[in-house]
């Protein structure tokens, strides 16, 4: 070989390797501030009269979404979604498999977890430079809390177990242990987890101890690409708890009863005190005191150094009021904002729709991740719609509770109920007493019943645009016919990609179509009102 053409590829070689390892090293750091259960009209943001100056500041740094949503309104399958970016009826989860099998109708709620082929973002992103850190609410560990005595991976503690020294120092074990479970899906760091939600004795709220350890993961990685998956609990639970917590609940953790408080946010008193100087009750102190560990986490980068080039986001499993349904206001839509200086315009706003399946994969873009062949994923990246907020990424958002589908467009909501065989069935033989869990948190009517007039319509068609609080259902008038068939549509095609039954929609298993599912109707209105 001529020493020209040797001397031009290896100059060649040299500037590619340069830009790989550019690109590499520019890779944004990422940091998901997932809040619970938090209603979208009572964000500050988006008009809430309640008192969240670090909220506000991300709103000024970054981008504000009018128009994002959750696939499912309850923790379990939502946090699924996020931490994998694919619907929760997917779930190859092993409750869920063995609940539903593979060729029925699934009914997504509390029952799965990640699974163990670890096809989830932070072991992922650890196979691709990241270090991934995981604190807070995990929820979707359902399994290991199986088993008695020396054969449970974790020992269960009962829901109202009276306080022992025992039993405290059995908690701090636990929690070791969920480190290490998380760690086993991929996770290379994890610290100060709650499983799920409290039990008694050790209720309480304490966002001092789970944002200890946030800042501590990005003092120790910050020299290097990190994903840290931060999950608070608040704001989780009544009003009143939150105050109960803040006032009381100083040395309860997820790891038992501590010795001491944490000196780690602004002291407790001064979250009463700005709150009332604010004009706000005290059942209003809880949002304030998410929004403290929200400011130290902003504050630790900007000591680092880092905050340009570290996508910040803010966001909210579902909503309260109507959780467990897929009404939007108060239900699937959330707030969400996202924060990243280097690409992202402070200021902006965007109205195009997005859902949760759609974060996983924008990391994935990100990381300049290579996906092993069977990676299922539901989503679309993000990243266009980061850098121009008009930019359309998907036509409608999907959503799915127990036995309600749905898709949304920005125009038009669409809702179908279609009950299993199995679940006809067993009203048919227990009449009433089958009803309870199709009115719970897990049914997919739940909440909404108190503030919807056809919640239990099969059917129904809400137009966004003229009754955005969805009280006029339209699946009925003919007027609409097309409308409704155009949606009915979006969802078949969609629940196509799942390879389940549902209803008539994707005839199969247990799938019962929308005449039998009548009767079942009719009982659930009447018991529900």
Known sequence: MAPQKSILRLATFLIVANCAFATAANRPNIILFLVDDYDKPETSVYGGNVLTPNLDRLAREGMTFHNAHVTSTVCTPSRYTFLTGRYAGASTFPTYIETFGTENQGLPGFNMGLEDDNMNVGAVLSDHGYTTGFVGKYHVGHDYEKGEGEDAVIRPIGKKSPYTDELNEQYDINEKRYRELIKERGFTW????????????????????????????????????????????????????????????????????????????????????????????????????????????????????????????????????????????????????????????????????????????????????????????????????????????????????????????KQWNYISLRYTADQISDFNSRKNRSLKPLLGLSGGISRSARFHPSAFDLDQLYSLNVDPDEQNNLAEEEANKGQLVAMQTLLRKELQRLKRPYGEFVVGGNAASREASLPLKAALKKQGN
């Not at 929004?291 to 909503?319: R, Y």
Request: aromatic share 10%; hydrophobic share 35%; with cysteine.
């Open 190 to 409: 994890a610290k100060n987890i709650y499983w799920n939600n409290f039990k008694q004795p050790f209720h309480g709220h304490n966002p001092e101890w789970t944002i200890q350890a946030a800042l501590e993961f990005v003092d120790l990685h910050h020299d290097q690409p990190f994903y840290l998956h931060y999950s608070t609990t608040l704001l989780h639970g009544t009003n009143k708890e939150w105050d109960r917590s803040l006032r009381e609940k100083a040395l309860t953790t997820g790891e038992g009863i501590l010795d001491q408080p944490l000196q780690v946010m602004p002291p407790r008193d001064s979250v009463l005190e700005r709150n009332q100087a604010a004009g706000l009750s005290r059942e209003e102190v809880g949002y304030l005191w998410m929004d403290d560990s929200l400011g130290m986490l902003l504050d630790k980068l900007d000591e680092l150094g880092i905050a340009e080039n570290t996508v910040v986001v803010f966001v909210s499993d579902h909503g309260s009021n109507k959780k467990g349904s897929l009404f939007k206001s108060r239900g699937t839509e959330v707030p969400c904002l996202v924060r990243w200086p280097a690409v992202i315009d402070g200021g902006t706003k965007s109205h195009e729709l997005l859902q949760n399946t759609d974060f996983v994969p924008t990391w994935f873009d990100l990381a300049d991740a290579k996906l092993p062949d069977d990676y299922l994923l539901h989503g679309v990246s993000l990243l266009p719609l980061f850098k121009d907020p008009t930019q359309t990424v998907r036509e409608f958002v999907y959503g799915e509770m127990g036995a309600a589908r749905s898709v949304k467009t």
